[in-house]
């Protein structure tokens, strides 16, 4: 925070902070930013500007005081693993030390507010942004960017969760509407959000580029205030993303409470005119502005010495959280993990020049970087012979390169192999066209494999790509983008000092085409339609029976777990679920336990299997300790479109429990008692929602049987649809159709 006074620093100026002591000039103006990071500061009121930078997996400063663009970099910083990455850990204990860790770098460089955690849902695997995402589930992503939230608010640094919503692809972004259905839209799109709102109060949320059915989300009065603060109880702010305000007095009657970044008093001005023209209420400009001022209070809070940052330990924080986010997806025959002793050929430039984060915003000047190939050659205590292979940008001898990998590989126990996807490919502002590696790094692949069967593929991308080797190469690790120390923590999973943990937070398709957003996606003429639904990620390929290269929640650990019996109770209305874990084999290890439920005989369309809750177990050789896991009532329930309210609905859920969501171990289930909804019945409402009704049902049977009409199992399964008061005398006479949905109502 920086600027003459805070409310803190002076009691006297206090008083001063309150909107009501603002001209309307005032408060508009603080309303929007006052530079390309910062906001606003009043020097008669002694109010100081808050400043706001990315993010979300390091800090980015801008180096100089003028530099509000970023154009000449940023300050130093630990690049801890982007979102992809810290996602597959499962692990919220880590992503709230990660986030602790931020807070205090962005405290030590004088930042008020990080602008992340990303939390939007991959729903395509092609979106160019979802190395800044978490999953494709809305628990993982709820789970982890609570933790992440709330590491980082301890340090009294604000988080900016974003981008608030339904904002999954990069094409078209600032002008493209989703197209979504109200279920896929709270049950997926929104949930994650809700989440971390209820549980962690961000202190900014971040209005998205985009519009959510034909609305720009920045002034979006249903989803900023009807949904965020109205229903989820939201305190703080909303900022809208970086030029994301296209009508300015919308936003703020829509509770958008800051735009950004400056604009150059422009919009001010027409905030100040609609006011004066009695267009805009001043109230609600009142409460927008009051949101800032409260901002600037909640920044003032913090430690004006911030305590000094251990680089070191930081980037060994970096070093443990990127090992733990690498998946091992196959290990045949054991030939992970490697044996120190043997010949290895590290084969890839990858290995050499890692490729540990995205383009875009995020983009983070690390503290340093440590490259895999010197961490391996650190720990091996046999041969290390590298061999590049290709080069990044894909210039180069091809056959050359590939011949010197493949001789390397010859002469080897074992080859390494690192491939991945260029960074020029991955990046915020473009969606990537195909899931494909090059073309060049597969026929390395295949000579080296020709060469030394005993070959091991390491992979960096930052989004999941096609894995057309998956049956002939015995082990494959996905690392993911691991931010600056991903190179150690790679040899650490390699040499088995790290038993490696991390799930898939996202699926692996065989092919694009299989993808559930394939065919919708990323739409055309400004608006994408959501045309999937429901079936996003593993419920859409689940429901759909679709065979994948690596279905979600998988991973593989250089030990085995043994699963018994699962229990499953009700618990204060919630759900607890239990189930003993063992670790059979030789080393310890962490397992994910994960927990599905599924309702089959439903009024709403449900996916075959939803992740309600997961739990990590650390276990010892031969150890077994039970892992409990808490399925929460309100994230059973389904939105239902009747009432616009979240419906639990009664019934015996199927409770399964499992490694992935395609290795169920356990299978148990609880009978719940639905919620009480009062729906009000209408001449439009069918027969078979009449005969559902308590008053009205015994009085619609009586009458129909007095009508002649009849009212077998089949007689009512003809029936059951049809509106009660259409037709005069089909099934009743209006008149008496009307008198029982008049009782029902009385
Ligand atoms: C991105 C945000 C980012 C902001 C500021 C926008 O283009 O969408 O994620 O925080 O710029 O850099």
Redo the contacts with the bound molecule.
């Keep these: 925070m920086s600027g003459p006074l805070s409310s803190a620093q002076n009691g006297q100026k206090e008083r001063e902070l309150d909107v009501h002591h603002l001209t309307l000039e005032e408060k508009a103006s603080l309303t929007s930013g006052g530079s390309f990071w910062a906001t606003k500061a009043i020097d008669r009121a002694a109010l100081p500007t808050i400043t706001m ?3 979300p997996h390091g800090v ?1 400063m801008p180096r100089g005081e003028g530099d509000h663009l970023g154009l000449s970099g940023s300050l130093p910083a630990t690049c801890f693993p982007p979102a992809v990455a810290l996602g597959s850990s499962w692990d919220a204990e880590l992503a709230e030390r990660v986030g602790r860790a931020l807070g205090r770098e962005a405290s030590l460089l004088g930042v008020d507010v990080l ?2 955690p ?1 939390i939007n849902i991959k729903r395509s695997p092609l979106c160019g ?1 979802n190395f ?1 995402y978490l999953s494709e589930d809305p628990i993982v992503s709820g789970v982890l960017g609570t933790a992440l939230v709330k590491g980082l608010q301890s340090q009294g640094v604000g988080a ?1 969760l ?2 608030f919503a339904a904002n999954n692809q990069e094409t078209d ?1 600032l002008r493209v509407s989703s197209d979504v259905d109200p279920r896929p839209l709270r049950e997926i799109y929104l949930r994650a959000f809700e989440r971390v709102v209820k549980d962690a109060q961000p202190w900014t949320v ?1 209005a998205a ?1 985009n519009a959510i059915n034909g609305t720009f989300c920045s002034h979006n009065r249903w989803l900023l205030t009807d949904v965020l603060r109205d229903e989820w109880g939201f305190e703080g702010l909303v900022v809208s ?3 994301a305000v296209s009508d300015r007095v919308a936003g703020v009657a829509a509770g958008m409470d800051l735009e ?1 970044p400056a604009c150059g008093g422009r919009t001010d001005a027409q905030v100040v005119d609609a006011v004066r023209d009695g267009v805009l209420d001043e109230a609600a400009l009142d409460a927008v502005a009051g949101r800032v001022l409260d901002l600037v209070k909640k920044a003032s809070e913090r430690p004006t010495r911030p305590e000094p940052v251990d680089a070191d330990a930081h980037h060994a924080l970096a070093r443990e959280a990127a090992a733990r986010s690498i998946v091992l997806l196959k290990n045949e025959g054991g030939l992970l993990p490697l044996d120190r002793r043997s010949r290895i050929a590290v084969i890839g430039e990858f290995a050499r020049t890692p490729r540990f984060q995205g383009g ?3 983009q983070v000047n690390p503290t340093r970087v440590d490259a895999a190939l010197d961490a391996i050659r650190r720990e091996a205590a046999g041969e290390v012979i590298f061999a590049p292979g290709f080069a990044c940008d894909g210039s180069g001898d091809e056959p050359g390169l590939r011949a010197e990998a493949a001789s390397a590989a010859a002469d080897a126990d074992v080859a390494v192999v690192f491939l991945g996807v260029p960074l020029e490919d991955e990046s ?1 502002g473009f969606d990537r066209t195909h899931l494909d590696l090059p073309g060049a790094q597969l026929d390395l692949l295949e000579a080296v494999r020709a060469a030394n069967p005993r070959t091991v593929v390491v992979l960096s991308n930052g989004g999941v790509v096609l894995l057309p080797f998956a049956d002939d190469i015995p082990a494959i690790v996905e690392g993911w983008l691991l931010g600056q120390a991903g190179g150690p923590a790679t040899a650490d999973v390699l040499f088995g000092g790290v038993n490696p943990s991390g799930r898939l937070a996202e699926t692996i398709p065989l092919r694009l085409e299989d993808a559930p957003s394939y065919g919708s996606f990323p739409g055309e003429l400004h608006h994408v339609r959501y045309g999937e639904g429901l079936l996003v990620g593993y419920r859409g390929y689940d429901a759909e029976h679709r065979a994948v290269a690596f279905p979600f929640g998988h991973g593989l650990s250089y030990t085995r777990f043994v699963y018994g019996d699962a229990a499953a109770v009700q618990s204060d209305g919630d759900v607890l679920v239990s189930v003993p874990v063992t670790n059979a084999g030789a080393v310890a290890g962490r397992e994910v336990v994960q927990v599905y439920t599924a309702l089959d005989a439903s009024v709403v369309q449900r996916p075959p299997r939803e992740l309600k809750g997961f739990a990590l177990l650390d276990l010892e050789p031969g150890q077994t300790a039970v892992a409990e896991i808490l399925l929460r009532r309100g994230e059973l329930a389904y939105w239902d479109v009747r009432v616009d309210d979240w419906v639990l609905e009664g019934g015996e859920y199927r409770i399964e429990v499992g490694a992935s969501s395609r290795d169920i171990r356990a299978v148990t289930s609880v009978a719940l008692r639905g919620d009480e909804v009062a729906r009000s019945l209408s001449m439009e409402s069918g027969v078979d929602e009449v005969l559902a009704h308590p008053v009205a049902g015994p009085l619609l049977l009586e009458a129909l049987e007095r009508n002649g009409q009849a009212t077998d199992e089949h007689a009512l399964r003809v029936l059951g649809m049809f509106p009660i008061g259409r037709v005069d005398g089909f099934p009743l006479p209006y008149n008496e159709a009307l008198r029982i949905v008049g009782e029902a109502s009385s």
């Design positions: 930078v990315d993010g980015r602008l992340g990303g942004r800044e900016s974003k981008h972004r971040m580029y993303d970086w030029g950004m875009g915003s995020s915020e």
